[in-house]
């Protein structure tokens, strides 16, 4: 069994930071790509960054400048550098990962959430 855990989630006010972190736990063989996405009530979840295992990182045009995706292979972590927070950023941030499983091969695996609002 595989499982992803997001933590760092927060209220903060505009113009500032958060880290926001995710691990995989279980049977893992291997980590392949991972992805940051969120989602705000009554809208579908949307990508924010997706890094490769080889740490080649793809950005949505609303994180692109502002947001830096990274992962270290070695703890099957992924986190999330968010700077510059505008009121719209405010969502619930979702870990995915499409992992290797010694058990069942490969599948994609989601976390919990982890809420974000930005707010004076």
């Known amino acids: 069994q595989v499982q992803l855990w997001e933590s760092g989630g927060s209220l903060v006010e505009p113009g500032g930071s958060l880290r926001l972190s995710c691990a995989a736990t279980g049977r893992i063989y291997r980590v392949n790509n991972m992805s940051w996405y969120r989602q705000v009530p009554g809208k579908e979840r949307e990508l924010v960054a997706t890094i490769s295992r080889g740490h080649t990182a793809n950005y949505a045009d609303s994180a692109s400048g502002r947001f830096i995706i990274s992962r270290d292979n070695t703890k099957n972590t992924m986190f999330l550098e968010m700077t510059n927070l505008k009121a719209e950023d405010t969502a619930v941030y979702y870990c995915?990962?499409?992992?290797?499983?010694?058990?069942?091969?490969?599948?994609?695996?989601w976390g919990q959430g982890t809420r974000v609002t930005v707010s004076s």
């Open positions: 995915f990962a499409n992992v290797w499983t010694y058990d069942t091969g490969v599948m994609d695996f």
